[in-house]
């Protein structure tokens, strides 16, 4: 009886494994359903969805971190320099280059400038770890990347978004920061501390049901706040300019991952990857999470349109990428 059960579940973690692993290789598509499901199907805004949400994207949070360790972040620390370069790009140069952009498409319009913006300050999205991945980048270095931007984001991006857009929108920069601990802090030490005291054994379970759930969570969070922003988004010539300002700040970002990879002097393909990915990819559903809980509604609009082009624009990129790495694994993109 218990070898029978013991078979049973080897047999449905394999079959969960499968599935990941299936959802992994199409993230893309993930995300594009979820955001089709929101537009067409909307939800009306409520405190509850919200608070879904917030426990949908701890737990993707929570399993990300189980696939590190206070180990690995202390290593980071001791080599910084080419997560900080990252960092940099990440809450610098992209930030500002949505702020032009918006300044640019939207002169008389703050909130939508202000979406475009807080676009670009949201944290780097661990889906940029799967595809670091997949075209054979460097994923510690990813991984290193997200850990990292995850535990300063509560602190950096309230102190840039009031520096870079001022106090035109009241914020509460308390609650807001509260809200990034509560979503990303807090899950990442909770994670990493559950991968230590297991010796590491949960790292398997983030790679089987864990990372199948994720994905499910992932859908829920996109779904959830694509539905409750769709009210807001009138489809028309407005919205197509939209679309074009922020396919230009997506598409903007990765291009700045890749200038930022010709500063480096070992410019491996491993390393380049892990920067476009990690300088080009957004945690957009938790700027929409942010935008609906502290802006109005206007802000989340830009946010949201932002998961259109992301998932499909980092497809392309490994088209491109991929293709040396196939020929060597540290093979130049210089």
Known sequence: MHFALIISFMKCSEFLAQCNSWLGRRMFLVVLTALAAGLFFPLPSSPSLAKVAVALFAYMTFITALETSFKDFLCVIARPWVTLWVLLLVH??????????GLFFYPDNYLVRLGLLL??????GVTSIIWTSLVRGDV??????????TLVSPFLLPLLLALIAGQAVEVDYRRMLAGLLWMVTLPSVLGMAANELSRHRLAGFSRTAGGFTSKLALFGVVYINAGVVAPEIHWGLPVAKMLLAVLAAVAGSFALGYLGSLALKDRRHGTVAAMIYNVGMR????GVVLAMAYFPPAVAVPVTLGMIFQQPL?????YFIRRPARRSPTASLS
Request: net charge negative.
């Open 314 to 318: 980092a497809a392309l990129i490994s």
């Open 140 to 149: 510690a270095l990813a991984l290193a990347g997200v850990t990292v931007d």
């Open 283 to 286: 945690n957009f559903s938790f």
């Open 119 to 124: 676009g670009a300050l949201t944290p780097i």
């Open 92 to 101: 610098g140069a992209a930030p500002l280059l949505s702020w032009t952009l």
